[in-house]
């Protein structure tokens, strides 16, 4: 088969997948094959003697027009980073304009929420925005643990980078645009070295308390319908009165979603603190199923049901069926607790009038009520925990070090694509009992793997993964424990007691 009868094929290809899946319009087939001839450098079509009759992955149609595209030196190198830019610009050539999708947005939107962010998320993974095929890589279990079943994955949708793409990267000309990856610029965008490819994002405009926000989807989902909520202007993240009002707006829109903010100081922001946005989806994370553990109320606010939620981080979940009065009271929380101070439970507002004390707030609708959980942070550092007294503490760092973000305050642990590795070698060498201290990869591991030998009657091959999955929640919970700034025992609950009462 000619280099022309291949690309030919492969063009046929994708436009079929196109039209399969409401990217084509039937009436644009040529126009959109005249285009990807463009982009293969080529001026001859040759229409296939034969209909093929299968379907194949969208994922093995655009890796072999990758290779083709390199083996025409059009695509310079088969590097990870060259094939994301070109493979996500051909993807561009059949994804509609954004006014076309916000429009069938507010088609569908006019039917049920639903319906619209069905059909956006649909459209998101049909435009390879969302890399399917990377995702079902993604390593998740469930362990239970004391506050209940934990959700765990290991996130394997990130490809590494190529030892040559970062070299190229270092020597790239930095571009102040976008600002981030969150801007409206994005929409579109050709990408670089340092900047992914957008030509197949698109975003919805929506209202938030009367200000311009967007809605997209994360690239790599974490989460079923895992969507970026990002300001239309490139503002710093700030929790606020206003935060409250907006994310119970969003929630108010979109009822069978959760809304959230991570929190806006570093250590505990974890996220892109430079761009004012929230993170939800349609998923019901462990967070939302953990009980009242105590009830109380707020004089001045006795309609709006408030407690204490058996749950690792400290968090006061408020309900009420009038928004504004859950926006009031959530603000009265975060005032007091701005300026916070109780020496004995080390809660330091300020140090060096460098501020400490911040929320993370979670919106949902329950039924027919508002519901808010606002969970405390503090980012305070010490000398024997220079990266957080509230993160995770370096004995459980082998597992879980980076920031306990807005998704691991929910119950959700995101853990590095590491431990798919280390956690196989571990397992084969603890079968094998061999000396782990000795082997580089698992050595951070040793101690940990040692007291489940002491603690397990049997392990064997049957049963090893399981344990390993199992201990890994449990150690999630543990690092969960580390973040709450009142602690889950008898004096931890005094002291949440005692901020109660200041309300």
Known sequence: MSMTEKISRLIDELINYGVKTGLTDKEDIIYTRNRLL????????????????????LSDILEDMLSLLYEKKIMPEDTITYKDLYDTKLMGILTPAPSVVRRKFADELAKSPKEATDFYYDFSKATNYIRVDRIKKDEKWKSETEFGELDITI????????????????QAKKSGYPSCLLCTENEGYAGHFSHPARQNHRIIPITLGGEKYNLQYSPYVYYNEHCIIFNDKHIPMKIDRDTFAKLLDFVNQFPHYTAGSNADLP???????????????????????????????????????AG?????????????????????????????????????????????????????PIARMRGELFELDLVLRNNITTEEHPMGEYHPHPQYHHIKKENI???EVMGLAVLPARLKGEMAQLEKLMLEGADLMSEENVAA???????????????????????????????FAKVLECAGVFKCTEEGRRYFDRFIDCL
């Open 405 to 407: 973000g807005l998704i």
């Open 155 to 170: 996130n394997l949708s990130k490809p590494e980078k190529d030892p040559r793409d970062i070299a190229k990267a270092g």
């Open 267 to 305: 250590i505990v922001g974890g996220s892109i603190l430079s761009h004012d946005h929230f993170q939800g989806g349609c998923y019901e994370f462990p967070m939302v199923r953990a009980e009242y553990e105590k009830e109380f109320a707020v004089s001045g606010f006795e309609d709006v049901h």
């Open 38 to 57: 463009e982009f293969f450098d080529e001026q001859e079509y040759i229409e296939a003697s034969d209909n093929v009759k299968e379907e194949r992955q």
């Open 445 to 475: 591991h040793a101690k940990w793997a040692v007291n489940l030998m002491e603690k397990y009657d049997i392990i064997d091959a049957s049963n090893i993964h399981q344990i390993i999955q199992d201990e890994i929640g449990k150690v």
């Open 308 to 360: 204490i939620i058996n749950w690792p981080l400290s968090t006061i979940r408020i309900q009420s069926k009038e928004k504004e009065r859950l926006v009031e009271l959530a603000d009265h929380i975060l005032g007091k607790w701005r300026g916070y101070t109780d020496e004995e439970a080390f809660i330091f507002a300020k140090t060096d009038d460098v501020p400490h004390n911040t929320i993370t």
